[in-house]
């Protein structure tokens, strides 16, 4: 059996999973659910040894899990055919799934295949909520609940408040279960359907949207119920045995806390305060727990479970710190960092990371694109930092201080930084098309960067066809930042390399008039004295010999984590068991009425995050502690050398932006199957570029990397 054909049979075997998991969401609202479902299994299942959770955890969890860790395994073993493209350009066509459709508002730059996501999204949370609805109106005069026990009837309109809060409240708990899926970084299951990390982000914005705007009519219902029927006091009333208003009242407010500092124009301005705000996260899933209890927090953990390996992974990277080798002034709004990297660590071209220097804060983590190629620049990663917030103003505060004091020092200062990462996704449509374009605004060039070294690498090599014509568009506001592009070094990829036959690079300069960026006196002197050196911790520590550098070294891979989720799993199942049967049960013979639904709840979240900790992180340890004795983080600091051929524009234009669909059209009256466009920058450009590649009908993909 081929390769292909095993990947098919493999996506087709993982896709009937999904769908069975899929068809339990949509079943669950419904009464048949309980009594041909979840009813018999529940029968089978020893509810001695983990209660209702355990049937919750076998219907909802268990299968997600198990797509993951068999998704993990496939990609460990899968290698990817990179010697030529012949065959996607075979099948290649106009694919309309990518055309945007909105170039406005809150869904701008969405394609035709997002917004079907996000229909059937909606549409499976409106069937809940109608389902949920319905079914409980019509029982309105029952006087048992669902599961048989008697209950008080009110009066009739405490009886439809009622309702209606309580079944906003349980539709709001299904996106709630697909929230956390989209951030998990590291994630096998979005890199087996091939949706990268950045993308999957507005995913979970819209998810959080869905998931407050439920919840928030959830807590506004019952607060008016509440205050109409003189019952305000169970708002701060904490029940044992059943839900209660205090932890649904905290568990509101945090979420309100971070929702409303995740909205765009928080998010964009104040990044430090949405990005501190959102680490509540674990907060709100602790009232979660406590307000519902063990059952519900079992049917919404499978992503939440994920997320907690994916954050595991990043903070034990995180705690092994690395050091800035040379930091540059691109621009004066522009900084190039340079860190070591051990050579067998491999990352996808735009790859991202999250980047702390203690220097500045400690608990400040900032996203940045990596403008490196794991495949040119084996020794290095290097990131582009733009001065626009107070964080990158201290950067280069600090940064000009030490300009100023290098030459008082007998050897180069240490700079110590903290590391997630890098974390990328193979742009396999990239490698489709015979001729590119890309369009990059300001800090936008910085993927186009790791894209174009990539490119270049892999032609030189024979690794891929050669494109017909890569068209490099870039705008920026002053000539000064055209020297971004001094990054790529076609002659470091090759010295006997020209990329002239196919690649033409337009700069246009928006703000300018006229420059005299080509001067080489000017440019001379400021490559000469724009490089900042760093030296590693035991030069700083007084041995000025001494060249090793900590370097980020690779602490992820496939197979470990399809071993962590299953160390993790185990390790859950096992203290589950043991705390449940012997003495949970004991106390209340699963009649809970006995011990209380928060202690419940929080005790069943204790299992999951010591389970993850103690078994998943100790599968982790012990595997990177294996592959300490092999390979050490330590290497040879990388040698930064200015005097590289540098990359100039065949074309400068002064005074104006790009005429989009001047350069458009050319391309359409041609092959526009064959021609794929990719825009990053700022979002009024992304949208103009997207609506001319609907109106040419050409295959476009925005680069989004604003997080």
Same mark, same amino acid.
């Given at each position: ?6 990947? +098919? ?23 048949? +659910?309980?009594?041909? $479902? ?30 993951? $860790? ?16 012949? !065959?996607? =350009? ?95 970084? *590291? ?29 928030? @009519? ?9 205050? &109409? ?25 945090? !979420?309100?806390? &971070?929702? !409303? ?20 996260? $674990? ?27 994916? =954050? ?67 020794? =290095? ?66 993927? $186009? ?15 891929? *066809? ?35 036959? +196919? ?7 928006? =703000? ?23 030296? !590693? ?35 859950? &199942? *096992? ?11 004991? &106390? ?16 069943? *979240? ?70 794929? @466009? ?12 997207? +609506? ?16």
């Amino acid at each position: 059996m081929g390769a292909s054909i095993r990947g +098919f049979v493999f996506k087709f075997f993982m896709f009937l999973v999904f769908a069975g998991w899929i068809l339990v969401w949509i079943m669950s609202p419904t009464s048949a +659910f309980f009594t041909h $479902f979840s009813g018999p299994i529940a029968e089978r299942v020893s509810l001695k040894s983990y209660g209702q959770t355990g049937v919750y955890t076998l219907i909802y969890t268990a299968p997600v899990l198990f797509m993951a $860790f068999i998704a993990a395994l496939y990609l460990s073993h899968t290698k990817k055919h990179t010697n030529t493209n012949e !065959g996607l =350009r075979k099948f290649l066509k106009v694919n309309p799934w990518t055309y945007p459709v909105f170039l406005r508002g809150p869904l701008a730059l969405i394609s035709l295949a997002e917004l079907a996501l996000l229909t059937a999204s909606i549409a499976l949370y409106t069937w809940t909520l109608a389902k949920y609805m319905k079914g409980s109106f019509d029982r309105i005069n029952v006087p048992f609940d669902w599961m048989g026990r008697p209950i008080t009837l009110g009066p009739l309109w405490e009886r439809k408040f009622n309702i209606v809060g309580k079944v906003f409240g349980m539709t709001g708990a299904v996106p709630f279960a697909f929230l956390f899926f989209p951030v998990a970084r *590291l994630s096998s299951l979005f890199r087996l359907i091939n949706i990268p990390f950045e993308h999957a982000v507005r995913y979970h914005i819209w998810t959080g949207h869905i998931t407050m705007f439920l919840w928030t @009519v959830h807590g506004l219902v019952y607060i008016l119920y509440w205050t &109409m029927a003189n019952k305000s006091q169970e708002l701060v009333r904490w029940h044992k045995i059943d839900i209660s208003g205090l932890t649904g009242l905290f568990t509101w407010i945090v !979420g309100l806390l &971070m929702w !409303g500092t995740s909205l765009a124009p928080v998010r964009k301005h104040r990044f430090e305060l949405f990005y501190h705000t959102h680490q509540l996260y $674990f907060v709100f899933i602790v009232g979660f727990a406590l307000h519902l209890g063990e059952g519900w927090l079992a049917i919404v953990i499978a992503g939440v479970f994920l997320f907690f390996i994916d =954050r595991l992974f990043r903070f034990l990277q995180s705690m092994r710190h690395v050091e800035v080798v040379s930091a540059k002034v691109i621009s004066p709004e522009t900084l190039e960092l340079t860190l070591a990297k051990v050579p067998d660590l491999k990352y996808p071209a735009a790859s991202v990371i999250f980047l702390n220097l203690p220097a500045i804060s400690r608990l400040q983590w900032h996203p940045f694109t990596v403008t490196s190629c794991s495949t040119v620049d084996v020794d =290095r990663i290097t990131i582009f930092v733009k001065c626009s917030g107070s964080w990158t103003c201290k950067l280069k505060s600090l940064l000009d201080q030490e300009r100023l004091n290098e030459n008082s020092h007998n050897y180069p200062v240490h700079f110590e930084a903290a590391v997630e990462g890098p974390h990328g996704h193979e742009l396999d449509h990239l490698h489709a098309y015979p001729t590119l374009i890309f369009v990059a605004g300001g800090s936008g060039v910085g993927p $186009f960067i790791s894209i174009l070294k990539d490119l270049l690498y892999k032609v030189h090599n024979k690794l891929r *066809l050669a494109p017909k014509k890569i068209v490099f568009i870039l705008a920026v506001k002053f000539s000064e930042e055209l020297q971004i592009l001094h990054s790529i070094s076609p002659s470091s990829i090759a010295p006997d390399f020209s990329a002239a036959d +196919f690649l033409e690079l337009h700069a246009y300069v928006t =703000r300018e008039s006229e420059s005299d960026l080509e001067s080489p006196v000017k440019l001379n002197e400021l490559d000469h004295k724009s490089v900042i050196h760093f030296a !590693g911790r035991a030069a700083s520590s007084g041995n000025p010999n001494a060249k090793k550098v900590r370097a980020v070294a690779k602490t992820f891979g496939y197979k470990l984590y399809a071993a962590t989720i299953l160390a993790s799993f185990a390790g859950y &199942m *096992l203290i589950a068991g043991l705390v449940h049967r012997f003495y949970i049960y004991p &106390m209340d013979h699963n009649t809970y009425q006995v011990c209380s639904i928060s202690g419940r709840g929080f005790a069943s *979240l204790l299992e999951y995050v010591v389970a993850i900790c103690a078994f998943g992180g100790g599968t982790i340890l012990l595997w990177n502690w294996s592959k300490s004795r092999r390979d050490s983080n330590l290497v040879d600091a990388p040698v930064i050398d200015p005097s590289s051929t540098k990359m100039r524009p065949s074309k400068v234009v002064y005074g104006r932006r790009p005429d989009f669909q001047e350069i458009f059209s050319e391309h359409a009256s041609k092959n526009k199957e064959c021609t794929g @466009v990719f825009a990053c920058g700022p979002e009024g450009m992304q949208r103009n570029v997207g +609506f001319q590649c609907r109106d040419h009908k050409l295959n476009f993909h925005p680069l989004n990397f604003e997080l």
